[in-house]
Nanobody, 114 residues
Framework: QVQLVESGGGLVQPGGSLRLSCVAS????????VGWYRQAPGKQRDWVAS???????NYVDSVKGRFTISRDNAKNTVYLQMNSLKPEDTAVYYC????????WGQGTQVTVSS
């Protein structure tokens, strides 16, 4: 059974940092591309960043230079380091991957507010 579990969210002031983690079980993350998405209240879920199995990364323009996606294959974990956070980054953040079907985690709340 494939399971993705996100963690690391919380309340942070503008300009602060958080590191999100996405731990996988039942699937070998290193064999798959992994993506981070976010969904703000009342809005659709949007793609934020992704990393291929070979380590190529890509980001939505609004987070380029502030967010970094990385993976630790030994821990079967993908991270999203978020720096210089802004109030508009407030959302529930989800990780996903595809292996025969798309798998999502339950999400972790990130709130950027003073």
């Amino acid at each position: 059974q494939v399971q993705l579990v996100e963690s690391g969210g919380g309340l942070v002031q503008p300009g602060g940092s958080l590191r999100l983690s996405c731990v996988a079980s039942g699937i070998i993350f290193s064999s798959n591309a992994v993506g981070w998405y976010r969904q703000a209240p009342g809005k659709q879920r949007d793609w934020v960043a992704s990393i291929t199995r070979t380590g190529f990364t890509n980001y939505v323009d609004s987070v380029k230079g502030r967010f970094t996606i990385s993976r630790d294959n030994a821990k079967n974990t993908v991270y999203l380091q978020m720096n210089s956070l802004k109030p508009e980054d407030t959302a529930v953040y989800y990780c996903n991957t595809f292996q025969g079907r798309t798998y999502w985690g339950q999400g972790t709340q990130v709130t950027v507010s003073s």
